[in-house]
């Protein structure tokens, strides 16, 4: 009797036992199958209308620009052809195991009185957007921010293993008609998008001078001077300050030179330009590796989407920033 209250007892735990293996397998199959989860269009399309702006973009499915003028361009018409776009590319950007998504974007037909009513101009290109995973669903980054590019469309290739998003631009400056569009090899960088680089190479940063300059009034705003213990502003207009401060934030400095060396910023151009004299500038001095020295001047203020970011990172200290006059 005992012998079978023993067996019966074992058999009751070998069956709880298999129990909890399956439902353990189960549960990580469940947990698995969710983050191999592919999107379909419309559920694409629904988290590109979450962001505001793209309430009402449509996928682009074909890729011509609608306008004859334009589409009527055989060099333009062969190379849409050679590069084979599609509406939706998907891949892994992050390796974080889950799928990307980059997308091609239009925008949605409107039709006013019989009459095609055109954007022409955003301060964002929206022609494309990717979709970045992560663990609260998906980031939307947009590689037209600021219109540094004028994107048509994008595709996504790959580099020697490497994912990278291609874009295909209108030329900013057009001097002929059967040349209008050019190539730009785009990122993922530290989650952000940003130009394609393939230098690691890190540069001691010693100090950083921005100075901005004014449009219509083509004068100097500020300059602002950073180092790894010190931030000093000498304002000429910025914010009514009028003088010399001294900020308390020191420690970004550390996070602007990281910056700087993810940009490859030795190998930027010395010069940007949009041609428009009556719109602001900024200029960026960098010290560094014991006194060499690289100067960016950015007439517009979207050299590169690494410079955008950069300018972004430098405003949000300055609005954040307790300036103390210095006396």
């Not at 009459?115 to 290109?125: A, G, P």
Request: aromatic share 12%.
């Amino acid at each position: 009797m005992i012998f079978l209250k023993f067996e019966k007892l074992a058999i009751l735990n070998l069956q709880t036992y298999i129990m909890k293996i399956v439902i353990l397998f189960l549960g990580l199959f469940f947990i698995f199958s969710c983050e191999k989860k592919n999107l379909n269009e419309k559920e694409v399309l629904e988290i590109i209308h979450s962001k505001k702006g793209f309430e009402s973009m449509e996928l682009k499915t074909e890729f011509l620009y609608g306008e004859n003028f334009i589409d009527s361009i055989q060099s333009f018409r062969k190379i849409i052809k050679r590069e084979n776009l599609k509406p939706i590319y998907e891949t892994d950007l992050n390796n974080d195991g889950k799928q990307d998504y980059l997308v091609n974007l239009k925008h949605k037909k409107i039709v006013d009185d019989g009459i095609v009513v055109k954007i022409l101009y955003e301060d964002d290109s929206k022609n494309c957007i990717l979709l970045l995973s992560n663990s609260k669903g998906y980031k939307l980054l947009n590689p037209g921010k600021k219109r540094v590019y004028n994107i048509f469309s994008a595709k996504i290739i790959s580099d020697k293993n490497q994912n990278l998003i291609k874009l295909i631009n209108f030329k900013k400056n057009i001097d002929d008609r059967n040349d209008i569009l050019e190539f730009d090899t785009l990122m993922l960088k530290n989650n952000q998008i940003t130009e394609f680089s393939k230098s690691d190479q890190i540069h001691n940063i010693e100090v950083i001078t921005l100075t901005k300059f004014g449009g219509y009034a083509p004068r100097k705003e500020f300059k602002l001077n950073l180092k790894k213990d010190s931030i000093i502003l000498d304002s000429k207009f910025y914010k009514k300050l009028e003088g010399k401060y001294l900020g308390s934030k020191s420690e970004n400095f550390k996070t602007f030179s990281k910056h700087l060396n993810d940009i490859d910023f030795t190998n930027l151009k010395n010069v940007y330009s949009i041609g428009c004299c009556d719109h602001s500038s900024i200029e960026t001095t960098i010290t560094y590796d014991k006194g060499k020295k690289k100067t960016i001047y950015d007439n517009g203020e979207m050299g590169t989407l690494g410079l955008v970011k950069f300018y972004d990172d430098i405003e949000k200290l300055m609005e954040t920033e307790k300036w103390q006059k210095i006396n």
